[in-house]
C-alpha cells in the first residue's frame, strides 16, 4: 500500500489533486484509516493514476475519465476507444475554432500600429552609478527568460526617462524590476532590450565602483566605465508593456526575515505541479500563507487552505537572493493574483511571481 505522498511521487499527481479525484469518485484510495483518515492505495492504483494525469493533462472532462478507468479496469477496450476517439475529435474542433479565432486576432494585430517603444533615432547618453547599476541588474537577470520561441523576453529591458533608469527581466510566470536614478540627455523615453549575454557583460564592468555611461544610437547599445567598454546590438523586438503588468490591487503585506524564511523554504514541504512546457520535469512548489500573527508559513502535506499561495519553490529562492536584503516584504492579493516580493527601502525595485493552482 502506498500513502498518499508516497503515491504523488509515482503519479506525478500532486497531493491535493489525489483528493480532489477521490472527493470526485475519479480515483478512490483502496483504504482510509478510520482513527486517522489516512488514504492509502493499492499497487494497481498507481497505473490508473497515471493514466488519469494523462488524460487531464489531454484536457478529458472528469465524467469521460471516470468511464475511461472503469472500461480500463474491466478491460472493455471498445469503450475505452470510442471514449479516446470521441475526446479526440473535440479537441480537434476545439483546434480549429482556436485557428479561426487567432487568425482573427492576427488580423486585428496586423492592422494595428501601436509600437510600445518610439523609434531611436538620436543618440542618448545617460550616466548612472556603476553600483546603483550593478544592483540593478542583479536584481532582475534571475528573472530573463531562456526560451528561444519566445525572443523578445530573452534580455533585460532598460528604460530610460528623464533622470530614471527601470530594469527589468521575465520569462512569464516571473517578473523583475528595478530603478535606478541617474542624469542624461533631454530626450524622449529610450526602451531597449540588452540580450542576456550582452548584460551580463555590462555587469562584469561594474565591480570597480564610480559612474558608468550608458549610450544608445539606433540599434547600438554601449555601456563604458573608465575606458572599458561593453557594447553590442539590442534585440529587435518590441517587450511587452511592464507597466500595466505591475498594476496589482494592493495585498496583505508581512515582513520577513530573509535568512530564517530561505532555511524555511528550502527544507520545508514541498508538492508537484505540471509544468506548462511540453516534456518538462513537473515543478516543485512551496505553498505559502500568513499566519494570523503575521507570519508567512510554509505549509505542510494535508494543509489545504484556500487563501495559501503556491509558487515554484526555485523561482521563490532566486527572488529572495536577487532582493538583497536581510529583510524583505511579501505581498499577497488572490491565490490567482501574482505574489510581490518587495524591499523595505523602496517600492521600485521588486519582483513577481505567478501563483501555480493546485487543485489540477
Not at 241 to 268: E, H, K, M, Q, S
Request: net charge negative; with cysteine.
Amino acid at each position: 500500500m502506498r500513502s498518499i505522498g508516497e503515491m504523488a511521487r509515482s503519479s506525478g499527481l500532486s497531493v491535493s489533486a489525489l483528493r480532489f479525484y477521490d472527493g470526485a469518485g475519479v480515483l478512490v484510495p483502496a483504504r482510509v484509516d478510520p482513527v486517522n483518515g489516512y488514504r492509502w492505495y493499492g499497487p494497481e492504483q498507481v497505473d490508473e493514476a497515471r493514466l488519469l494525469a494523462r488524460l487531464r493533462r489531454a484536457g478529458m472532462p472528469l465524467a469521460d475519465i471516470r468511464l475511461v478507468l472503469a472500461g480500463w479496469s474491466s478491460t472493455d477496450s471498445e469503450l475505452v476507444r470510442r471514449l479516446l476517439q470521441t475526446h479526440l475529435r473535440r479537441l480537434e474542433r476545439g483546434l480549429s475554432d482556436a485557428r479561426m479565432e487567432f487568425s482573427t486576432v492576427r488580423a486585428l494585430l496586423d492592422h494595428r500600429e501601436n509600437p510600445m517603444a518610439p523609434p531611436r533615432t538620436a543618440t542618448i547618453r545617460f550616466t548612472v552609478g556603476a553600483p546603483e547599476l550593478a544592483a540593478a541588474l542583479d536584481a532582475v537577470r534571475f528573472a530573463a527568460s531562456t526560451d528561444p520561441e519566445l525572443p523578445m523576453l530573452g534580455g533585460v529591458l532598460l528604460d530610460v526617462e528623464g533622470g530614471s533608469l527601470h530594469a527589468v527581466a521575465t520569462d512569464r510566470y516571473r517578473m523583475a524590476v528595478a530603478h535606478v536614478g541617474g542624469s542624461g540627455d533631454a530626450a524622449p523615453r529610450a526602451q531597449i532590450t540588452v540580450p542576456s549575454a550582452l548584460a551580463d557583460a555590462m555587469r562584469a564592468l561594474l565591480r570597480d565602483g564610480g559612474s558608468a555611461q550608458l549610450s544608445v544610437a539606433g540599434n547600438h547599445v554601449a555601456l563604458e566605465t573608465g575606458a572599458r567598454q561593453a557594447a553590442g546590438q539590442c534585440l529587435d523586438h518590441d517587450f511587452p508593456d511592464y507597466r500595466r503588468l505591475v498594476r496589482l490591487p494592493a495585498g496583505t503585506r508581512a515582513l520577513i526575515d530573509v535568512p530564517a524564511f530561505r532555511a524555511a523554504v528550502a527544507t520545508g514541504p514541498v508538492r508537484t505541479a505540471e509544468t506548462p512546457e511540453p516534456g518538462a520535469a513537473p515543478s516543485r512548489l512551496s505553498v505559502l500563507k500568513v499566519a494570523g500573527d503575521g507570519t508567512v508559513a510554509v505549509c505542510a502535506d494535508g494543509d489545504d487552505d484556500p487563501d495559501s499561495v503556491a509558487v515554484n519553490r526555485e523561482f521563490l529562492l532566486d527572488a529572495l537572493a536577487a532582493g538583497a536584503r536581510d529583510q524583505l516584504i511579501l505581498e499577497f492579493g488572490a491565490p490567482t493574483a501574482p505574489m510581490a516580493i518587495r524591499r523595505t527601502d523602496t517600492e521600485d525595485t521588486f519582483s513577481l511571481l505567478m501563483p501555480v493552482r493546485l487543485d489540477t
